[in-house]
């Protein structure tokens, strides 16, 4: 059996996949392009992105995320706020057992990661536009088999927000 060290893996993650705190969304298709449509509402509500990637128990074995992209768009009118403090790339980490009287037994912590240029701003994250933005991972490591990834993006809408996610794509090395 032969080893696979693949540094440019790639798993899209359709917009049915990706959830939404709040609001009214709808499934929808437009010249066979899928997306998940927004009912314009002056409300904020989070993305929910779950990075579907096989992981190890074997240090240095199985994936290592190397970036995240998310499609969306703004049309009608630009976002209030879409705020870089709380777009972030999650490393989730799953205990065997809760702590004595915790009851904890899942944690996330921030995963170090920056934006691509033409999104380092709120403004032009919020613009009326067809956004790709990119989260490079800042160090990355392996994932052990009791992790998982998410991204959260944080989107404060104005009254007449129309806000579309077309899915994400996470690009990671594997290695098996």
Do not use: C
């Amino acid at each position: 059996m032969g080893y696979v060290h693949d540094t440019a893996m790639s798993q899209f993650i359709p917009p049915n996949q990706i959830g939404a705190s709040a609001g009214t969304w709808t499934l929808a298709v437009a010249s066979n392009v899928w997306s998940n449509n927004r009912t314009a509402a002056d409300a904020s509500f989070t993305l929910y992105i779950p990075i579907v990637i096989p992981t190890n128990s074997v240090a240095l074995k199985g994936t290592k995320i190397l970036s995240v992209e998310l499609m969306y768009s703004i049309a009608t009118a630009a976002a209030d706020d879409v705020a870089l403090a709380t777009a972030i790339l999650y490393k989730d980490t799953f205990q065997a057992t809760a702590a004595s009287g915790s009851g904890t037994l899942n944690t996330a912590a921030a995963f170090v990661s920056t934006k691509d240029t033409g999104h380092d701003t709120a403004a032009e994250l919020l613009a009326v536009d067809e956004h790709r933005v990119v989260w490079t991972v800042t160090t990355a490591e392996w994932g052990d088999n009791d992790v998982g990834y998410h991204l959260e993006v944080v989107v404060d809408a104005a009254a007449a927000t129309v806000f579309k996610v077309f899915g994400a794509i996470i690009n990671y090395t594997l290695r098996v």
